[in-house]
């Protein structure tokens, strides 16, 4: 079984920073891509950032420029350093990984995140 604890969400003015942080732990051979998702109140869940194992990345348009997405490969690990935090930002941020050879994908508990103005 593999699981996914996040860390770092929090309460923060408009135009600060915050950075999340999550591992993955269990019987791990290789995870592929690795993502934050966020689920704003009323929204339906969405990709924030993503990194695949060798490195590219891809990030929702709302959020290029202001946020980074870094990955430990040997340490199972996704980081996501969010600056220039904006209210719309306020949101349910979840961690995610692929792990193709297990046939699943599997998913942090979420950490909120609060902007405010």
């Known amino acids: 079984q593999v699981q996914l604890v996040e860390s770092g969400g929090g309460l923060v003015q408009a135009g600060g920073s915050l950075r999340l942080s999550c591992a993955a732990s269990?019987?791990?051979?290789?995870?592929?891509?690795m993502g934050w998702y966020r689920q704003a109140p009323g929204k339906q869940r969405e990709l924030v950032a993503s990194?695949?194992?060798?490195?590219?990345?891809n990030y929702a348009d709302s959020v290029k420029g202001r946020f980074t997405i870094s990955r430990d490969n040997a340490k199972y690990t996704v980081a996501l350093q969010m600056n220039s935090l904006q209210p719309e930002d306020t949101a349910v941020y979840y961690c995610?990984?692929?792990?193709?050879?297990?046939?699943?994908?599997?998913w942090g508990q979420g950490t909120q995140v609060t902007v405010t103005s």
């Open positions: 995610k990984a692929q792990l193709p050879y297990t046939g699943h994908d599997y």
């Open positions: 269990g019987i791990i051979l290789r995870i592929e891509t």
């Open positions: 990194i695949t194992n060798g490195g590219s990345r």
